[in-house]
């Protein structure tokens, strides 16, 4: 109460629930919304992808590349150990503002996929692999039969850790980069405008979309890993 | 007729010798190689297989297209039989129902082999072996884990099997084995 009374513009501070919901269904129906959404999806969940396929393929080529991997291992200490904002501002310089949460969730992304996956690879039974070998299995055959169900499990766990990272790291580079109709342009016009409704709202949809993203790319996964019997 | 010789053989792991100047014959039927426990079996067809290279000595005819039940079943556990058949030789072939009939199993049943019983896995290892394009067989302690009724079957079945085509069987109990020629090793 003596809050309230104290600051009689208490939503300026810190919006209730309700306000921020209200604002959130004003907005569903904008075309501009769903640009937003749409535009920072592709990007932060492209991201994502890429950077999935790229450490998917270094870490089997690493796996049996003893001088490989530790090529690796200072590259991906420093995207472990280097705070995010750093490489955002340093990556502004390079990219344009639309490709930077692109790049900004890759990065986040890159280093627990891989290392989970070349963890998963390491861990495969080398009596499978013998048995492999003596019967002619294929790779094709060996893929799906010994290292999806061995490796599938480690990328699962990595993938859910690393779609909430991805959001977190692509709406800051999009707030700080500001690529235009996107979700971080949104958020930052909220706070420079004191809109925190606004600000609640988007955040909101932030919170959303990765949650659907995670349980949309989890369910493929869990799907495939039902197939081959992980 | 096809067979494998193997002339002054010799392995060792960490400077300790396990094989030292093997030499012997497998022709097509059954050898026996009958040895302690730890005394060079597996080493053995384990060199014969190509998963190893031998120290010193010669492997002539080794370079065939082998199949084999190892030490462990080496199954894929999460899958039923026929999946385990298709991911080992491409395809389930025609007679597989009937070979895994004759060794009490069920290619259709459906359930994961983790819900099998040890002596079950053992014969589908041996059926998997048995069904493959082989031109030579190792078997390393085939019937550990089965009854003396499944032995029977196990053994009934590679005799069939292994005319013309050298088996090289690696056990110490040679019951219904003492018709095949024997390789000793170790302090045997």
């Known amino acids: 109460m003596a809050l309230a009374a104290a600051y009689p513009h208490g939503a300026l501070l810190l919006a209730s629930p309700i306000q921020a919901a209200l604002r959130l269904l004003e907005l569903l129906p904008s075309p501009a919304f769903w640009q937003a959404a749409g535009n920072s999806s592709a990007r932060i969940f492209g991201g994502f992808l890429l950077s999935c396929a790229l450490a998917v393929l270094l870490a089997a080529l690493a796996a049996g590349r003893p001088r490989l991997r530790e090529l690796l291992v200072p590259p991906v200490a420093v995207v472990k150990a280097v705070p995010v904002a750093s490489f955002i501002i340093l990556a502004l310089v390079w990219l344009d503002a639309r490709s930077l949460s692109l790049f900004i969730s890759g990065l986040v992304v890159f280093p627990p996929v891989y290392l989970n996956v070349l963890e998963g690879l390491r861990q495969t039974d080398p009596k499978l692999l013998e048995l492999a070998r003596v019967y002619r299995i294929p790779l094709r055959r060996r893929l799906w039969g010994i290292y999806l169900p061995q490796v599938l499990p480690y990328f699962r766990s990595a993938a859910s850790l690393a779609l909430g990272l991805c959001w977190k790291a692509g709406a800051a580079a999009e707030v700080i980069g500001l690529p235009p109709g996107t979700v971080g342009e949104r958020l930052y016009n909220a706070k420079i405008y004191l809109q925190t409704p606004d600000l609640f709202a988007w955040t909101a949809v932030i919170l959303i979309l990765s949650a659907a993203f995670e349980r949309l790319f989890l369910a493929v996964v869990d799907g495939l890993a039902g197939r081959v019997g992980a | ?188």
């Open chain 2, 1 to 188: 007729m096809m067979e494998i010789r193997v002339e002054g053989l010799c392995k060792s792991y960490n400077g300790k010798p396990v094989l030292t100047g093997l030499t012997a014959v497998f022709r097509p039927g059954i050898t026996c190689v009958s040895a302690p426990s730890g005394t060079g079996k597996t080493t053995l067809l384990r060199l014969l297989l190509g998963l190893e290279r031998p120290d010193g000595g010669t492997l002539c005819g080794a370079d065939c297209r082998w199949a084999a039940v190892f030490q462990e079943d080496r199954l894929l556990e999460q899958l039923p039989a026929g999946a385990n058949l298709r991911f080992a030789l491409g395809e389930v072939p025609g007679e597989a129902a009937a070979l895994l009939a004759r060794l009490g199993l069920e290619l259709s049943d459906p359930e994961p082999l983790r819900t099998w019983s040890g002596g079950m896995k053992r014969r589908l290892a041996l059926a998997r072996a048995l069904l493959a394009p082989w031109e030579a067989l190792a078997l390393d302690e085939p019937f550990t884990g089965l009854d003396g009724e499944n032995r029977a079957r196990c053994l009934a079945l590679i005799r069939e099997r292994a005319a013309g085509r050298p088996v090289v069987l690696a056990t110490h109990d040679r019951t219904g084995l003492e018709d095949a020629p024997l390789v000793r090793l170790g302090r045997e």
